[in-house]
């Protein structure tokens, strides 16, 4: 739809693929998207009322879980109206020609790619911020990690090392996810990339990541698992006292 030639409505294609593949896919987010959302509510309430969990490492899991539900509440719900409609549409102006995008929500660099005017100094401001943004907190995260397995290799115990590596592995696993998804959507460059890689790509780190984060960093932690025991008891116990 346009006036004056100015576009002011954005097509999304999503996944341009067939009803039935629409529907799995919908079904799917969906219930990512559900489990990431109680997932973390679990943790927030559980930091939140739990004595034994008032620590800084659980009040900054609380946060970890508050930037989930908002990075996954911004993006799934408008990702599930695109899959299930097959395609679907938003106002925006400042923009003409092409009103299609061929993604799966209204991200940088596809909304880019419409634009009339010259983009470049768009692009190269949106690459340098990606430095301090992504590179910078990945480097530091990495540097932590390798300082906290140096002092897991001075563990005189076994046991110890091995479950301190297990839980290192599974907490970079999701880091790499999560970053190397980013610098593969915001800075390698986009020429001959395939659009299917790229809404993969995106998949992973705003649905994806949110969805893990839960049972990585807090729900295999064995003081939230005894906590979430604990109030399953005492919630019987409730049930109990009231019959």
């Given at each position: 739809?346009?006036?004056?030639?100015?576009?002011?409505?954005?097509?999304?294609?999503?996944?341009?693929?067939?009803?039935?593949?629409?529907?799995?896919?919908?079904?799917?987010?969906?219930?990512?998207?559900?489990?990431?959302i109680f997932g973390n509510l679990l943790?927030?309430?559980?930091?939140?009322?739990?004595?034994?969990?008032?620590?800084?490492?659980?009040?900054?899991?609380?946060?970890?879980?508050?930037?989930?539900?908002?990075?996954?509440?911004?993006?799934?719900?408008?990702?599930?109206?695109?899959?299930?409609?097959?395609?679907?549409?938003?106002?925006?102006?400042?923009?003409?020609?092409?009103?299609?995008?061929?993604?799966?929500?209204?991200?940088?660099?596809?909304?880019?790619?419409?634009?009339?005017?010259?983009?470049?100094?768009?692009?190269?401001?949106?690459?340098?911020?990606?430095?301090?943004?992504?590179?910078?907190?990945?480097?530091?995260?990495?540097?932590?990690?390798?300082?906290?397995?140096?002092?897991?290799?001075?563990?005189?115990?076994?046991?110890?090392?091995?479950?301190?590596?297990?839980?290192?592995?599974?907490?970079?696993?999701?880091?790499?996810?999560?970053?190397?998804?980013?610098?593969?959507?915001?800075?390698?460059?986009?020429?001959?990339?395939?659009?299917?890689?790229?809404?993969?790509?995106?998949?992973?780190?705003?649905?994806?990541?949110?969805?893990?984060?839960?049972?990585?960093?807090?729900?295999?932690?064995?003081?939230?698992?005894?906590?979430?025991?604990?109030?399953?008891?005492?919630?019987?116990?409730?049930?109990?006292?009231?019959?």
């Amino acid at each position: 739809t346009t006036h004056k030639g100015n576009v002011n409505k954005f097509i999304f294609l999503g996944f341009n693929s067939n009803a039935v593949y629409n529907l799995l896919l919908f079904t799917l987010v969906l219930i990512i998207y559900i489990v990431t959302i109680f997932g973390n509510l679990l943790i927030i309430m559980l930091v939140n009322y739990s004595k034994t969990l008032h620590s800084p490492m659980y009040f900054f899991l609380s946060q970890l879980s508050i930037s989930d539900i908002m990075l996954s509440t911004d993006i799934s719900p408008n990702m599930l109206h695109i899959v299930l409609q097959e395609w679907t549409s938003i106002s925006f102006s400042e923009f003409c020609g092409s009103n299609v995008i061929d993604y799966l929500f209204c991200d940088l660099y596809p909304l880019v790619e419409l634009s009339c005017s010259d983009t470049f100094k768009v692009q190269i401001e949106a690459t340098l911020l990606s430095f301090p943004v992504l590179i910078l907190p990945f480097l530091v995260i990495v540097v932590s990690y390798t300082y906290i397995v140096l002092t897991i290799l001075k563990m005189s115990s076994f046991s110890g090392r091995l479950k301190s590596f297990s839980t290192c592995s599974s907490h970079l696993t999701v880091v790499f996810i999560f970053y190397g998804t980013l610098i593969a959507a915001y800075l390698i460059p986009k020429k001959g990339q395939s659009q299917m890689i790229n809404k993969i790509i995106s998949l992973l780190y705003t649905v994806f990541t949110p969805f893990v984060n839960p049972f990585i960093y807090s729900l295999r932690n064995k003081e939230i698992k005894d906590n979430i025991k604990m109030l399953y008891i005492n919630k019987r116990r409730f049930n109990q006292n009231l019959w």
